[in-house]
């Protein structure tokens, strides 16, 4: 079996995420990694499937990109296996006017500290911008952290909050 990075992006519309997922199963790959979003009206997923070759699920995807308004992409990638974390699980969120060079910014602060985004998300809602992240963090290292988001927050004119992440909930 091969696994397979496989991502989908276009204009929004009903069905999409139906029309790849029948796809791949009667293909028989087996979805087990996603995120799909809407981002200001055009959609985009990405998702890691085990199954058969990436020429033969491209090929099978082609339709639904052949009106050119979706662009599919299949890669082989290599399996990671099961890998505990790294370090400690945080939460960054971030707000306050939106401006060039906030996402740079702190994610620059977190990776100078030797934390790892392990999930990000940004929105703009009229002028406010906000940023959260799911980030792990050296053990030890989220105090002297929390006080360097802090000043770099300060110098962007936003708000930032470094808190421990929740166990998930399934």
């Known amino acids: 079996m091969n696994e397979l990075a496989i991502t989908v992006i276009g204009r929004d519309r009903p069905g999409i995420v139906a029309d790849v997922a029948e796809v791949l199963a009667r293909l028989g790959a087996n979805l087990t990694d996603s995120t799909m979003?809407?981002?200001?009206?055009?959609?985009?997923?990405?998702?890691?499937?085990?199954?058969?070759?990436?020429?033969?699920?491209?090929?099978?995807?082609?339709?639904l990109a052949a009106d050119g308004q979706l662009l599919a992409t299949v890669r082989a990638v290599t399996p990671d296996g099961a890998a505990a974390p790294s370090g400690e699980p945080y939460v960054v969120s971030v707000h306050g006017a939106d401006r060039m060079g906030i996402v740079a910014a702190m994610t620059?602060?977190?990776?100078?500290?030797?934390?790892?985004?392990?999930?990000?998300?940004?929105?703009?809602t009229g002028s406010l911008y906000v940023v959260v992240a799911e980030v792990e963090l050296p053990p030890g290292s989220a105090d002297?952290?929390?006080?360097r988001l802090t000043r770099a927050a300060a110098e962007l004119g936003v708000g930032v909050s470094l808190r421990p992440a929740d166990s998930d909930l399934l």
Do not use: K, Q, Y
């Open 108 to 124: 620059r602060v977190l990776a100078d500290a030797g934390g790892n985004v392990t999930d990000l998300s940004t929105r703009l």
């Open 144 to 147: 002297e952290l929390a006080g």
């Open 37 to 63: 979003t809407r981002l200001r009206g055009h959609f985009a997923m990405t998702l890691i499937c085990v199954g058969p070759a990436a020429a033969d699920v491209e090929a099978a995807l082609a339709p």
